[in-house]
């Protein structure tokens, strides 16, 4: 009763100080990270990447999710320098060339000799944090023939039906539309006319494609040559694979970067450096479903290691994706003609 009453009294005498206690909890710091929605779910790497960070910052990791990687960018660009981003996490390399002529981020002062890639890497500004290869997924027990080749998803197989994603609004729908600029140049535009019968829709984003193919609406989802391994290691489940073309994949490199404009850019700093880091790293395979950026050695589940990897990974450079991506827009959409 007489400590309850002295701590009564103290809380009284405080209050009329001016003097508040909690101060210190407000007073920790909070690291603002765009994203898009999968990596932020509960069910992706942003969870367990928050807890691994925030456990030696002293500080709240705060995600803030956006639909896509393009439309982070585009948000971005919306709010400039009032932005209250202070880390962008999800671009890719598709992407930036230009974000980088927005003048939004800063060099990173990451090391890059840690980072193993399927291709040279010596960025400055945006630090890859995983990789992977556009594919189309099938169902083996209901397709037990896939096309081994693009010339085969286009020319064959005459029944198919495949959904695939806008490359307005999606990176994967992005990736297919330079996958198929990349193998069939000047010709893409009558490629996508041969394709587009076996089109049965056109989404906004992964998500709702790949539900739909998992509905059964299709026999084909344009994903990643990494989706299988979330089937058999969440679902013990392997009738799903990734069908590998002859000529090649588009290869998706995934990075992060740090806004010029962030309230806290020393915690911004430690956060680049952290993406390096195995306890970020070891969140990818299983919780983004993707290779991660540097080798885990024994951490990599053996599922990834067992996966068929294409024999040629293709990719256009950022600058090159910056000077044709709209007129390549523009030929897809009159060619699909939806």
């Known amino acids: 009763m007489i400590l309850r009453t002295m701590i009564t009294a103290l809380a009284v005498t405080t209050f009329g100080l001016g003097i508040n206690f909690s101060a ?5 710091k909070t690291l603002t990270i765009y994203t898009y929605d999968a990596f ?12 691994a960070f925030e456990a030696n910052c002293d500080c709240d990791l705060k995600f803030v999710a956006v639909d896509s990687s393009v439309g982070i960018l585009s ?30 981020f800063v060099k990173s002062n990451v090391s890059l000799q840690n980072f193993t890639l399927p291709i040279p890497w010596n960025d400055e500004t945006f630090v890859p944090f995983d990789y992977g290869y556009f594919a189309f997924v099938y169902n083996s027990e209901k397709l037990p023939s896939a096309p081994t080749s693009l010339d085969q998803l286009i020319n064959g ?3 198919l039906k495949i959904i695939i994603q806008d490359p307005r609004s999606s990176t994967t729908g992005l990736g297919l539309m330079l996958w198929m600029q990349n193998v069939y140049g000047d010709k893409a535009a009558e490629s996508w006319k041969k394709l587009s019968p076996k089109i049965v829709t056109v989404t906004k984003g992964w998500s ?3 539900g739909l193919f998992k509905d059964g609406e299709a026999d084909m989802v344009l994903s990643y040559t990494t989706s299988p391994a979330y089937h058999i290691i969440a679902e013990e489940n392997t009738r799903y694979k990734a069908a590998i073309f002859d000529e090649g994949h588009y290869t998706q490199v995934e990075v992060a970067a740090q806004l010029a404009s962030s309230k806290e ?14 306890d970020f790293q070891n969140q990818i395979p299983t919780g983004n479903w993707m290779y991660p950026a540097i080798d885990l050695g024994d951490g990599l589940p053996s599922t ?3 996966l068929p990897k ?12 910056q000077n044709n991506r709209q007129a390549w827009i523009d030929n897809w959409l009159n060619a699909i003609d939806r």
């Open 265 to 278: 850019p020393e915690l911004a700093q430690d956060f680049m450096s952290f993406i390096a880091a195995k």
């Open 310 to 321: 294409p024999e040629k990974a293709l990719l256009f450079s950022p600058e090159d994706v």
């Open 208 to 210: 709702e494609a790949y």
């Open 157 to 159: 197989f005459p029944d």
């Open 24 to 28: 210190s909890a407000d007073d920790k």
């Open 40 to 51: 932020a779910a509960d069910w992706g790497a942003g969870p367990k990447v928050k807890k």
């Open 75 to 104: 948000r971005l660009k919306l709010e400039g320098k009032d932005t209250t981003a202070d880390v962008v996490l999800g671009l890719d390399t598709n992407l930036t060339a230009e974000a980088a002529e927005t003048g939004l």
């Open 304 to 306: 990834f290691e067992e």
